[in-house]
């Protein structure tokens, strides 16, 4: 089971990288039936109880006070996060870098590239706009190249 859920896992990367619109709800997730687990025919489910079970006077004040307590510890304990306010000042809030650095960058032509006519323009300025299109060119086939390693993984995977 845990080999199927890490190939889930896995999937749903993918999909997300690709942009694809699948869902999770294809996805294969099994599960353990009750009667395959092994103490579960011991133990009673609240689903399974028709009353409510008698509590008394000190056992509710002695829960009341343990919420209480555990209410008043995680309270200081984000009063003086330190780890969480550094991860929000160093990483903006995100645990994970993307991985797909090629998503998240494009090439941008400079003002005078989309404004002087190519006839217009001088031989440097042809040189740089020839140069500016091959960089782009290259850019985009390592992109696509990328997109194919990703969905040929996620056919593998599936």
């Known amino acids: 089971m845990e080999q199927i859920e890490a190939k889930n896992a896995r999937i749903t990367?993918?999909?997300t990288e690709?942009?694809?619109?699948?869902?999770g709800a294809d996805l294969f997730r099994p599960q353990w039936a009750p009667e395959e687990k092994a103490d579960s025919i011991l133990k009673v489910s609240p689903e399974e109880m028709t009353q409510k079970p008698y509590e008394t006077v000190e056992r509710r004040k002695q829960r009341e006070r343990e919420a209480?307590?555990?209410?008043?510890r995680e309270k200081a304990r984000k009063k003086d996060d330190v780890g969480g306010r550094a991860l929000i000042d160093m990483m903006d809030g995100t645990l994970e870098a993307k991985k797909d650095p090629l998503a998240a960058q494009e090439l941008v032509k400079e003002p005078w590239m989309l404004t002087i006519p190519l006839e217009e323009m001088t031989p440097e300025q042809r040189k740089l706009v020839a140069q500016f299109e091959s960089a782009q060119a290259r850019f985009e086939e390592e992109r696509e190249k990328y997109r194919k390693s990703l969905d040929l993984e996620l056919r593998?995977?599936?």
């Open 13 to 15: 990367e993918i999909t």
């Open 156 to 158: 593998k995977t599936r």
């Open 68 to 72: 209480q307590e555990a209410a008043e």
């Open 18 to 23: 690709l942009n694809a619109s699948a869902s």
